[in-house]
């Protein structure tokens, strides 16, 4: 295994250890963890989650998004939800460019030479 590329991985690690996405995040779960109200909604919406899943009604489907958009009007599980977005996009950022790296650029619909004057 290559030093340079486990000392870069040991590096990228750290930085999004140390990120305000993490950070953000981590201080959102707090607290959603201390909300009662937050916690009850979120305990909803993960029973319907697994009722859904095992019988994949339209119902079950209906039930779990009014659930979710309970829990989502919270202003602390919004704040929650909004943190783990960022911090989601964060990684799936960190991800798409690993991939690019390893498999080259992909096409993206337009005619342009690999995008490096591309306003698109």
Known sequence: MSAE???KASELAQAIAQSEELKALREAEA?????PEAMK??????RL???A????????????????????ENEVAKAYLEANE??????????SLLQEAIEGPKPHGH??????GCSL
């Open 53 to 72: 899943q095992m019988s994949g009604t339209p119902e079950a489907l209906k039930e779990l998004e009014e659930a979710f958009k309970k829990f989502s």
């Open 31 to 35: 607290k959603l963890q201390k909300d």
């Open 111 to 116: 005619q342009c030479s690999g995008c490096s």
């Open 5 to 7: 590329v486990i000392k």
């Open 49 to 51: 989650q697994q009722m």
């Open 86 to 95: 960022k911090f989601a996009h964060m990684i799936q950022t960190v991800n």
């Open 41 to 46: 909604l979120l305990n909803e919406v993960q």
